[in-house]
Nanobody, 114 residues
Framework: VQLQASGGGLVQAGGSLRLSCAASGSIFSLNYMGWYRQAPGKERELVAVIIGGNKSIYADSVKGRFTVSRDSAKNTVYLQMNSLKPEDTAVYYC?????????WGQGTLVTVSS
């Protein structure tokens, strides 16, 4: 499985960005797929994931601002990020897990200026 993430960039506080992660290879429908992030000097943390294709889980810090979605036909997961804050600045990683195997994308940098 390979994951190709895109969509990061520089945005002002209050702005929006949309991240995309396209998966290729042996993709199974019952899986765990979504987004984590790692800010400088901090550990990687969950942002938003979709489990089994229909259950979404969000970090408390992004609830109401971020939306994770999936296009199963394209094996692509998206993260719509609205009302961005400087504390959202981080490298965002796409993650795919199925049958106890986990894959990570290369990371895309999101920088939110105040």
């Amino acid at each position: 499985v390979q994951l190709q993430a895109s969509g990061g960039g520089l945005v002002q506080a209050g702005g929006s960005l949309r991240l995309s992660c396209a998966a290729s290879g042996s993709i199974f429908s019952l899986n765990y797929m979504g987004w984590y992030r790692q800010a400088p000097g901090k550990e990687r943390e969950l942002v938003a994931v979709i489990i089994g294709g229909n259950k979404s889980i969000y970090a408390d810090s992004v609830k109401g601002r971020f939306t994770v979605s999936r296009d199963s036909a394209k094996n692509t997961v998206y993260l719509q990020m609205n009302s961005l804050k400087p504390e959202d600045t981080a490298v965002y990683y796409c993650r795919y897990t199925a049958y106890a195997r986990t894959y990570w994308g290369q990371g895309t940098l999101v920088t939110v200026s105040s």
